[in-house]
């Protein structure tokens, strides 16, 4: 157990649809990562929070959003879904420049 | 070219067998991470090193900085080592910008 979780972890929901994914990370931890793994892209960096703010970003789309509330919670929007969007979403957390710890993944299907 | 390269993709092998898997990376790096992905999904990370060699148990990480280029090793190899390995490098940090770029990585398979 990384100590990072993830809720829900399965969701299927059609196209169109809008659906948050939720991350707490570790005790302590001030930096949460976002990635997606899609069966043909493997792992792509969605976008990066450090205590509350924005830090880097990666692939993501303008339907996607995501922030880090002061209990450094994140969550991850995705509006307007695709077919290609279902892939698993992990979130990962770390202390800043260390070791990330990863979540168990969100499956996301979009039908 | 991608900037995280692995090889082999896929590597299928015998219990027991001596284990070498291989990242090239051609960005600049502050570390560099090996995460393994069991088939339920999960990722666990292994190792994020900087230089030299790290060991935990049966798996042993390498890297060599001016070659750019790292090894995980597992000794006496178990079907319970099947899974996939995936590298990604920790770029150089430029204040809290620590996205990772990940390898595509390698399918293990440890036949009994």
């Known amino acids: 157990d990384s100590g990072v979780t993830q809720t829900p972890k399965h969701l299927i929901t059609a196209t169109g649809q809008r659906v948050t994914l939720r991350c707490s990370p570790r005790?302590?931890?001030?930096?949460v990562y976002w990635y997606q793994q899609s069966l043909d892209q493997g792992l792509q960096f969605l976008i990066q929070?450090?205590?509350?703010?924005?830090?880097a970003k990666g692939n993501i789309l303008e339907r996607f959003s995501a922030q880090q509330f002061p209990d450094l919670h994140s969550e991850l929007n995705l509006s307007s879904l695709e077919l290609g969007d279902s892939a698993l979403y992990f979130c990962?957390?770390?202390?800043?420049?260390?070791?990330?710890?990863f979540g168990p993944g969100t499956r996301l299907t979009v039908l | 070219k991608n900037e995280v390269e692995q090889s082999p993709q896929n590597l299928t092998a015998q219990e027991g067998e001596f284990i070498t898997i291989n990242c090239s990376y051609s960005v600049g790096i502050s570390a560099l991470h090996w995460l393994q992905q069991h088939p339920g999904g999960g990722i666990v990370s292994l190792f994020m090193l900087s230089s030299g060699k790290k060991k935990h148990g049966r798996l042993i990480a390498t890297i060599n900085i001016q070659e750019k280029h790292s090894s995980l090793h597992i000794t006496a190899s178990h079907p319970r080592d099947s899974a996939v390995y995936i590298c990604?490098?920790?770029?150089?940090?430029?204040?809290?910008?620590?996205?990772?770029?990940f390898g595509t990585g390698t399918r293990l398979t440890i036949i009994p």
């Open positions: 005790s302590g931890d001030l930096s």
């Open positions: 990962a957390s770390s202390v800043r420049n260390n070791e990330q710890f």
């Open positions: 990604a490098a920790h770029p150089i940090s430029n204040f809290g910008n620590e996205k990772l770029t």
């Open positions: 929070y450090y205590n509350g703010e924005e830090r």
